[in-house]
């Protein structure tokens, strides 16, 4: 399909969804059936992932460095709750866990935050960040969500031109449980998280599509060999199993309450 096609059609999905209509009416290209055109699902997801910043104390990063971006899995699709809306599930993946409270460390780390995007005619590609969800140590009795209205915003992500003040994400000190300020995050986990704007890593922003369609399972060639993305399989970094506790990718794709609201 060429260039000048394909942005109308893009053009053509974002109106329909501004006036009311399924943003499945007319897909050119839905290669994951899950009624949005894979092009907008791509290029919405890489516009509006945030800067992520770590705490000075942070040593575990890892793939990501200073000069080798790191991996994030998406999941993109029409908000369950609102069709007009688009939800965004994003993953972000270390190698470790490398904490040193509540159990110590582990091989491999699942870290999930979620956004909203809603119709913005405004907007570069017909879609502007509604609602932000994060979530730092899920299903544990230090479990902390923040949820925050974003306005709808045109440029609330990293390559949408926001501010890193702005358009950002707090990743907590070697647990990397996400938070949406740093206040939340120094009073998460009984004051054992610790979160600033020391430094940045960035995270290229890969699209896995739907189980029923998965455009990427198997994870070698993402920095993480013997790892996927639906496969029921506990993450552990490319480390090797054993030791690990992070879960699994999947279970972050597939469940609708980490989903940002829309409305």
Known sequence: MNRTLRTALLLLVAVLSMIGLSIGVAQADDGDGDGLDDALEDTVAANFFPYVWFDSGEDCTAPATESNPGTALVRVRPHPADPAKIAITYVVLYAKDCGDWFGGGHNGDVEPFTLTLAPNPACQYGFGAFALKTIAHEGTAFEHVDQVSLGNACDWGKLAGGSPQVARVYSAENKHGNYATTGSCEDGALGNDHCSESF???????????????????????????????????????????????????SKFLDDGLLAPAF
Do not use: I, K, M
């Open 200 to 250: 940045l890593r960035d995270f290229n922003v890969v699209n896995a599509g739907e189980d029923a369609a998965r455009r990427v399972d198997e994870l070698s060639g993402f920095q993480f060999p013997g790892e996927y993305a639906w496969t029921d399989q506990a993450f552990s970094g490319g480390l090797g199993a054993g030791g690990g506790n992070a879960g699994t990718v999947r």
